[in-house]
């Protein structure tokens, strides 16, 4: 494979945009709602959906939310790794393979905005809040949103482009 087919180098620096975008992106509607909102007020947007400003001390759907605090730094460490491993990954893929370049940059600007919050407050905010049909979504936020996304761009590359990675 020659240098020029690489995502990496300069090219991987266009990708980042997008990550480094999330990640902001995430800040600021964190920012919003912590400079607007009190913790656990709940505002109704539609019947099915709310605002609710709650801390995360925990992983996802507040797993490991009751241990006493070692998760804080446990996760970070965790995440951070999952992240150089994100950027090694994405330096040694081809640039054809942009769905799952695309993926990647989701997860990491993702868990970068959660690993801010993580180490900086020791919580992540929280505040997207659906339910229906008397199901109750545990609350997320944008990062967590791009998490998903990517993770659901992972799982589709890998029935797409079965023998790339």
Known sequence: MSTNDKAGGLAVYKWLALSLLI??????TKQLIVDNMTLYERIEILPFFNLFYIHNLGAAFGFLSDQPGWQRWFLSIITTLVSLGILFWL???KSSQKLLIIALVF???GALGNLYDRVV?????DFI???AFGYHWPSFNIADMAISIGALLLI???FVNPDEG
């Open 156 to 158: 589709i590359d890998s």
């Open 23 to 28: 990640l902001v992106l995430d800040q600021i």
């Open 107 to 109: 997860v990491l600007g």
């Open 129 to 131: 809040d659906w339910h």
């Open 121 to 125: 407050f020791g919580y992540v905010i």
């Open 91 to 93: 330096t040694r893929l």
